[in-house]
């Protein structure tokens, strides 16, 4: 019997309704108070002055492993996200092979439980191959441990097909993650289409790829009465199409990664390779209809969209330069900045990133319930600190904020009871 | 005091007074060219490597030119027979090539930015951008206004009116931020489907017409059209209506007025976006550009090299 106390933090509990200075109390690996408990701890952390929350949930990561372990593995991920106060994780299925059979599914989880620093739960291929043909096996790799379905960094672009993985998926409950891009309109893009692609002399992706596909989507989760999710959304006409599918009353619900309600196109001006990712970063226009999104509730839920590569997929030229920035270390102190200018409330943010998509997606995490598995971050919300690509625990470096100056640090991270990250260290 | 350069990435990196240095220099070089005996000893002991990933003609062998009647040793490369073929990355290439200690590096490559790029990794070496995907071509536009020099003087307040391909196009994104830059106005002439997006906030003039744009206009440019490129992207249905609607024939240049010189960066397909008459008339200045493009370049490569006309040793 061990007891943990965190004393003296300010608790944000979305999941039940908390938002209070309260120590919070937890033995063997579970929460078993919130406020007073008789008994002497173990062990105390000092959170004064910082606030304590659930273990953030990031329901949209690339983990490259299986295939691309030179690129990020689950122990570096795992590692990367406790560093980012993430306690638990969804990884895409375009790993090499993909995601689109169940033993891949239980290899990844055992890993991660092996590793045992940060949940991960697979989300499941929608086609075999990620080909956008033939539906997987949906009911196996939900019993093997999937939590949804995508073929994100490819969209389904065929209307049949998607319509048929919306009637299969929702028939047994699933929930469809689109990574929403019509690719006859975006083929050999790179950046978002508009005045700086063309400064620039590069080939860009129009907002209406974006647009056309969510549009599209939502008749058939209309007809097909299904469960339909926007990953990663940036543009100001997605956001208006969910917000009115939502208003109809469809089981559409959609993410945004800290890069599109933080960062404009203008980004990219110099050719700046780590300013590129899929769908791009778009006009100032878009940005502010996504922070709209995230504050009338539109958007529930803030996810990375983490998609670390090694510097030789990047160091090429804007054109040839993969898609992707890593996220897991700057998603807490970028979403801040929502908090500290006044647009969402502490709990409303940390909400969109333990609650919500513990909810979306059936996670038991992203409580501190009583009796919930003990997984908690804690930050310091006004701290300063520097990004420095050199630094990150991931074994990405590509990221936009190398060199900016981040308001919010995680001061530790503890799963399942055990503190795993304290102050820039990681006990393995 | 000029802010010296250090490299020529594109025009959008130039202020005016450095464009005319460098269009000024390019007027003192022509004629070198012209003479009998056509070299001069600004370069001598400097090393030119012209670096080129795309084909090409005019541009490689004016660059090579320029270096060598200035006397610098010129190697020239095309990577598209050589280290990348074999799966040398572009960064590679571009550090083998610096260790050789060159003083200018060429470099035309089908990636827009390239230049940049590697500037971020290659020390003590200038690069000259001969051409970057559809970013910029600033020899090209340098010629061009010193083309225009010769009969115009200055450009302020001439109306350029450019026809084709703009969206494809690294001579019109140039061309477009030298006309703000130098006060003359630009008249870009295509179809939606050959315009780059928000093309109007470079301040220029967008017409779907060639017939409306002519009137006024003190030059035509018309811009090479890449006929592939037209069906393979659905931007034309085919090359006899692209010539119908926007090639320029004799017809059609007369309504811009007697003076209306004739622009192309080359080469031409004739019979396309340009008539062999209009190619051939006394209105073209096309085969001037190609002689300019010669002192323009040498004009870029000694003023990269600290050399400025004379024998600096």
Known sequence: ?428 | MMNPLKHLFGIADMDREQIEYLVNLGHSFIDINRRPLKKAPTLRGKTVINLFFENSTRTRTSFEIAGKRLSADVINISAATSATKKGESLLDTGQTLAAMQPHVLVIRHSISGTCEFLAEYLDNTAIVNAGDGAHEHPTQILTDLLTLKQTWGSPEGKIITMVGDIAHSRVARSHLLAAKKLGYTMRIVAPKTLLPAEVERYGCEVYYDIDEALPGSDAVYMLRVQTERLTDSCAFPSVREYHEAYGLNMQRLKTAGDDCLVLHPGPMNRGVEIATDVADSVKSHILAQVEHGVAIRMAVLAALCGGEGGDES
């Open chain 1, 1 to 428: 019997m061990s007891l943990l106390l965190i004393k003296n933090g300010h608790l944000i509990d979305p999941a039940n309704g908390i938002d209070k200075k309260s120590d919070l109390w937890i033995e063997d690996g579970k929460v078993v108070a919130v406020g007073k408990h008789t008994g002497t701890a173990d062990q105390t952390v000092d959170a004064n002055g910082k606030i304590v929350c659930p273990g953030l949930i990031d329901m949209h990561v690339h983990l490259r492993e299986p295939g691309e372990e030179w690129k990020e593995d689950i122990e570096s991920g795992s590692r990367a996200a406790i560093a980012g106060g993430v306690t638990s994780m969804c990884c895409m299925p375009n790993t090499g092979p993909h995601i689109d059979h169940a033993g891949i599914a239980r290899q990844i989880i055992e890993r991660a439980n092996q590793v045992g620093l940060c949940n991960v739960h697979p989300i499941g291929a929608v086609t075999k191959n990620l080909d956008g043909k033939e539906l997987t096996e949906m009911r196996e790799l939900s019993r093997a441990g999937c939590v949804a379905f995508s073929d994100d960094g490819m969209p389904i672009w065929h209307a049949g097909v998607m319509r048929k993985a919306l009637e299969y998926s929702s028939s047994f409950g699933y929930m469809i993650i689109q990574h929403a891009e019509e690719p006859a309109l975006t083929k050999g893009g790179c950046i978002n289409e508009g005045w700086i692609s063309t400064k620039l002399g590069v080939t860009g992706m129009p907002v209406e790829g974006e647009d056309s596909m969510i549009a599209r989507d939502i008749m058939l989760t209309r007809r097909a009465n299904a469960f339909y999710h926007v990953a990663h959304i940036s543009s100001k006409g997605g956001v208006a199409l969910v917000r009115a599918a939502q208003a109809e009353g469809l089981s559409v619900t959609t993410e945004a990664a800290p890069h599109h309600f933080a960062l404009t196109e203008e980004e990219v001006l110099g050719f700046n390779v780590d300013a590129k990712m899929s769908p791009p970063l778009r006009t100032e226009e878009d940005r502010l209809a996504v922070i709209e999104g995230l504050r009338d509730g539109t958007i529930d839920v803030i996810a990375t969209d983490h998609a670390p590569h090694h510097e030789d997929d990047k160091r090429c030229g804007l054109s040839c330069a993969a898609f992707g920035i890593v996220g897991l270390e700057t998603m807490l102190p970028v979403s801040l900045g929502l908090v500290h200018s006044g647009i969402l409330t502490m709990s409303d943010m940390i909400g969109k990133m333990t609650s919500k998509p513990a909810e979306l997606l059936g996670l038991e995490s992203g409580t501190l319930g009583l009796g919930s598995e003990a997984d908690i971050t804690i930050f310091d919300p006004e701290s300063k600190w520097i990004v420095d690509r050199e630094t990150l625990v991931s074994k990405g470096k590509n990221t936009p904020w190398h060199g900016k100056e981040m308001t919010g640090q995680v001061t530790h991270t503890i799963k399942a009871g055990r503190i795993v990250f304290e102050n820039g260290t990681i006990h393995d």
